[in-house]
């Protein structure tokens, strides 16, 4: 038996990205949906119209401009919420009484600690699984990388800065979850710069400091309008890993310099162009589990959207 899943909002994430691209991959969750045998895409919902119409002609499958209107007419097991960030709460409340088995919400989940407790309460009353698409912890690169971390492959770590652009709320988002995967909940934080973003509207472009025992994170907002760059840089005693503006993920080893005596260099040890068309079907794969099997891992819950909330909260 098939797993029924809807879509409401087929924007980027939801459904454009792959529209005429031919990619390797998947990067929309309507084309990681519709790639898997195991799911049946019974239905999406979108406010525009335009795209509704290119669903209903191209891909033959029922479209709604209401949720609940899609929702009362289907049975649905896994409902996805890839619509804009503020639209999420009023989805998430009112999706609860048709009962579905997951929700997969994209991130950010909530905007505020107060909204997520509430809607986490409802969901755990109702018994319905949140997971949230923060897609560094479906990715093989970060999977590894945290590995290496943990393993010492770099050493003592120096420095470590994440750089990221359009929003704090939005887009840094993503850094703070893995910061908080990596290493859990900081000492301290310290706002170095709280500025109103000019690249995304409404949001904010702040410069961090997440202050743990071992380890201080640097995360640095660039904002410059439209720029999907996201860079790392994290250096140690016994190696470096970056990731560039051209999705290249570097690691380096501390040689002995060739020919300056008594000076260390680092020295590139691997690359590769990362990929990040298997971050969503990684991420499908553990929703699926989810569902037909029982005390799966959770790799992005709603609780831990809850503890990135409250991390950030105060500050100023
Ligand atoms: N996980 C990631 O790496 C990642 C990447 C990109 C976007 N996102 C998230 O995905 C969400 C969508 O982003 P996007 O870039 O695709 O935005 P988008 O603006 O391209 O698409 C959003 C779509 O939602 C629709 N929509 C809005 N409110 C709706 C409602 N009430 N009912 C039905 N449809 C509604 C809009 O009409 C639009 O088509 C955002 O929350 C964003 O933060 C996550």
Known sequence: MKINVAIIGCGRIGFLNDFKKNLTGTYS???TITS???????AVCDLN?????????KYKIPTYKSYRELLSKHKIEIVVVSSSDNSHYKILKD???FKPKIVFCEKPLLQSTTQTE????IYKKNKIIISVNFSRRFSRYFC?????IEDNFFGEIKSFELKYSRGFYHNAIHWLDLSLWYFGIPNKILT???VPSKSFLK???IDLKLIYRDVQIKIVGIDIDFLGNEELDIIGTKGRVTVNPEDKFTIYKIQKHKIYENTRVFVRHRQYLMKNGDLLKNAYNNIKKQITKKNVFNISSGETSLKLLKMIEDLK
């Open 192 to 194: 170095l710069r709280n």
């Open 118 to 121: 509430e809607i986490l309460k």
């Open 49 to 57: 119209t335009k795209i509704r119409n290119i669903i209903k002609k």
């Open 203 to 205: 949001d904010r472009d």
């Open 95 to 97: 999706l609860v009484k």
């Open 29 to 31: 969750h309507f084309k």
């Open 144 to 148: 590894d990388l945290k590995k290496m």
């Open 36 to 42: 898997d045998k195991t799911f049946n895409l019974v």
